[in-house]
């Protein structure tokens, strides 16, 4: 996969900028600083970090690893907007385990990262699609924003499906329709947009549009595998993001493998993106429970100590 | 005038260093291996003859100079010991450790034709040991040359590179895609061969030189090694980032969840501190039946961490016989020790499912030698038949890495066959200024061996750079270097583009 034919949008820094970003003594005090933070909801939470150089070399669907503290666990997360002006990365955080729990509480403005490493993996490859939906779930929402806004750089007209439980947790709806030609949002209890599922989106979407070149879905695993199947019976090349467990996130240790095809991949270095068509789902949905134990374990103790810590507090 | 030392004269038996008992230590993570005390250190240094000839240098990778530190030692010197060490080999506490000494220099020593080698590695921990002890550094005032030179990996290739440009006076950065420094040193060997403390001590010497290390940097994903040389100002640039990819066992059920590469393993436990969960937020699988495919050193590592993370039993799968494993001798020594037990020449063929995605068993098949393939080794075959199961509930495998792909994958460097990149005699890659060393162009090899590409590289760095060593001198034309007399009157560095 050659990373050549990305559109060059951004503009180049001449060698002395960057040699300063390098060598700027306040920017390495700085480092992985969290500059803004909002709270979508009580489990989604948005962080911009403050990396200049990552902000610069940020392409759509690459991701980070992060590590919150020095005792804490690296975890990767999709690089949901990159901002070359400002200097920062964004990610969007649910805070599902231990660790997305403490950050939610620990991740203030003016607080640090221990650890974040990226832009890792390859670039969505954008290509020549002219006609392309770009599905989101849940979380997944805030990943497929820079490819949907790629594809509309790169020409594309772009149909946005986005899915959320209800509608006091939709976040983005703007930024969205700022770079999509359409946009079908969809609710599990229909309080906005269409009742229904991203996939009643997508089967939407095919309906209107025969001439559909790309699908691309990023999501929980359950809505990828979802996605690609309402694709399949059309034919039409379908891209989704893997997000197996990860330690290293750097091709040295096998953690993240996936089953694409008949062949074996690591998420981190020869993904995200595999072909949702070959992408065997059962195998990562399987692999993805593989320390479900500690997990639960994990949240239990981190919930026992914020009780005890909230008797502590007056 | 002493008297002339004869095999005769010198003691006889190897010293011996302490160990942990096998039944303590198979708990813990603390040094399997005590240190000399400084009589044993006396003892041993008696026991080299000071070979007019000595064979022992150039068994060594790096070219210590082994007879003059080992004399050092003999006069109480350790200072003066560890100087003639750090000529040529910046790590002593950690190759003492971890080098294969008994294919290199204990393999070839004169002692040893007779009586058993002189312990050379243990002599050279005593004295990298002492010298983090005692504080000692050696930090000549060096004259900044101008030059900004780039180590991408902060493995002993790198780190060896880094050093060597630094006493050149150029100003290095290396940079890590990890959070802390290290590579394999840290996330590889685990505390009980070598320490995180003793890799901490050694990079701090080196920051001490001057060198800078950025960590959390995926160098080819937030620069690349073109940007490296064309617009962060780098005249030269090492790769050093290993061949950490790991080999996947490529058989039915190989993916499920107890299945793991020993890379994982050893990252989640030494690099993530897992063996310390919950104090540390990575967890490790545990299993209580463990079988370990493979036996390398990486084998070797995971089978004797297992036990210490609590597995009952721990299995090693090899197929083919002790003779032809290839990890370290005291290695598979301790191993056994520690009450590992060895299945030779047995292959997995499938592992078995428990109907929930874990590991229940596997099956295996015993093995035969054949006839000797490409590295020379005899081949082994299936024996016909002999397939039998073998229940296990976690394996781990070890069995081979490949090239790490992330910067083949972004830069235009040329690359062989296999994915490592290619090199000339000098270590140049196919880009000026851009050299390479170490597993990224060899294959898997050993800490001594990266850590000799990359004084070799930067040797041939120096050169690129024009940077001249006045000790050396240069004559004739064995001096061309890319077609360049340094004798020529106006001998200026050309960057071919």
Not at chain 2, 386 to 396: L, P, R
Request: charged share 25%; proline share 6%; net charge negative.
């Amino acid at each position: 996969m050659s990373d050549s034919d990305q559109p060059n949008q951004i503009p180049k820094r001449t060698g002395a900028d960057t040699i300063a970003l390098l060598r700027n003594e306040t920017e390495r005090e700085s480092r992985f600083e969290i500059v803004a933070r909002e709270d979508y909801s009580d489990v989604t939470f948005m962080l911009e970090v403050r990396h200049p150089l990552m902000a610069r070399a940020a392409r759509p669907g690459q991701f980070v690893v992060v590590m919150s503290h020095e005792h804490g666990e690296r975890v990767p997360l999709t690089i949901a907007d990159f901002d070359q002006e400002k200097g920062t990365v964004t990610l969007v955080i649910q805070a599902v385990g231990k660790t997305t729990r403490e950050m939610r509480e620990t991740c203030r403005v003016g607080t640090a990262l221990y650890a974040l490493a990226g832009p890792a993996g390859h670039p969505s490859p954008i290509g020549q699609a002219k006609k392309v939906v770009c599905v989101g779930g849940g979380l997944g929402v805030a990943p497929i924003f820079p490819q949907a806004r790629a594809f509309k750089q790169n020409g594309a007209y772009v149909i946005a499906v986005l899915g959320f439980r209800t509608e006091t947790l939709v976040f983005w709806e703007k930024k969205f329709r700022s770079v999509c030609d359409e946009l079908i949002l969809c609710t599990d209890d229909g309080s906005t947009g269409i009742k229904g599922l991203v996939t009643d989106g997508i089967k939407l979407a095919i309906e209107k549009h025969p001439d559909i070149d790309e699908v691309v879905a990023i999501g929980p695993p359950v809505m990828m595998r979802a996605s690609a199947e309402a694709t399949r019976p059309h034919g039409i090349k379908t891209m989704v993001s893997l997000n197996p467990i990860m330690v290293d996130g750097t091709g040295m240790c096998g953690g993240c493998r996936v089953k694409v095809g008949d062949q074996v991949k690591f998420a981190c270095v020869d993904g995200p993106d595999f072909d949702g068509h070959k992408v065997d789902f059962a195998d990562l949905m399987t692999r993805l429970r593989r320390f479900s134990e500690e997990e639960k374990a994990a949240v239990e103790r981190w919930s026992e100590t914020c009780r005890m810590k909230g008797l502590g507090q007056s | 005038m002493s008297k002339k030392k004869t095999i005769r004269t010198i003691p006889q038996q190897r010293t011996p260093a302490h160990e942990q008992a096998p039944a303590e230590r198979v708990r813990n993570f603390s040094e399997v291996s005590h240190a000399y005390t400084d009589a044993e250190a006396q003892l041993e240094s008696q026991r080299c003859l000071q070979c007019a000839d000595p064979v022992c240098i150039a068994g060594c990778p790096v070219a210590i100079d082994i007879p003059r530190f080992i004399e050092k030692i003999s006069d109480k010197d350790y200072r003066g010991a560890y100087d003639v060490i750090t000529r040529t080999n910046l790590l002593p506490a950690v190759c003492g450790r971890v080098c294969p000494q008994e294919n290199q220099c204990e393999g070839v020593c004169t002692v040893a034709d007779t009586l058993e080698p002189v312990a050379i590695g243990r002599l050279e921990r005593f004295v990298g040991d002492r010298a983090i002890a005692e504080g000692w550094k050696n930090l000549p005032y060096i004259e900044p040359n101008g030059f900004r030179v780039g180590i991408v990996g902060s493995g002993p290739a790198g780190v060896a590179c880094a050093a060597d440009m630094a006493k050149a006076g150029c100003d290095v950065t290396v940079f890590e895609a990890f959070h802390q420094p290290g590579g394999v040193l840290r996330y590889g060997i685990p505390d009980f061969r070598l320490p995180n403390e003793v890799v901490d001590a050694e990079i701090e010497n080196l920051k001490r030189l001057g060198v800078k290390f950025e960590c959390n940097t995926i160098v080819g994903r937030l620069f690349t090694i073109e940007q490296m040389i064309d617009e962060l100002g780098f005249h030269a640039v090492f790769i050093g980032t290993g061949a950490g990819y790991p080999t996947m066992l490529g058989i039915p059920g190989d993916s499920l969840n107890n299945v793991l590469s020993a890379n994982e393993l050893l990252t989640r436990c030494n690099l993530m501190r897992a063996k310390e969960f919950p104090n540390f937020d990575t967890p490790v699988p545990l299993g209580e039946r463990v079988a370990v495919v493979g036996a390398g050193n990486t084998a070797m590592d995971a089978m004797r961490v297992c036990l210490r993370l609590g597995a009952a039993k721990v299995h090693c799968i090899y197929r083919r016989s002790r003779a032809e494993a290839p990890a370290r001798a005291e290695e598979i020594q301790h191993a056994e020790e520690e009450g590992i037990e060895f299945h030779w020449l047995t292959n997995p063929i499938e592992i078995l499912d428990d109907g929930k995605g874990n590991v229940r068993g596997m099956r295996c098949i015993r093995m035969e030698l054949g006839a000797p393939d490409e590295s020379g080794r005899r081949r082994p075959v299936p024996v016909p038949g002999s397939e039998f199961e073998f229940e296990t509930d976690q394996v781990v495998f070890a069995i081979g890495t490949n090239a790490n792909p992330i910067i083949g994958q972004t830069s235009k460097l040329k690359l062989n066959k296999k994915g490592y990149i290619e090199t000339d005699e000098n270590l140049a890659t196919s880009m000026a200024g851009v050299f390479a060393g170490g597993d990224i162009v060899t294959g898997a090899a050993t800490v001594i061996e990266a850590m000799g590409a990359g004084r070799t590289a930067a040797r041939h760095m120096r050169t690129y750079l024009g940077i001249r060593d006045p000790s050396l001198s240069y004559d004739g034309d064995k001096d061309i270097q890319f077609g360049i007399n340094p004798r020529e009157r106006n001998f200026v560095r050309l960057r071919v583009k």
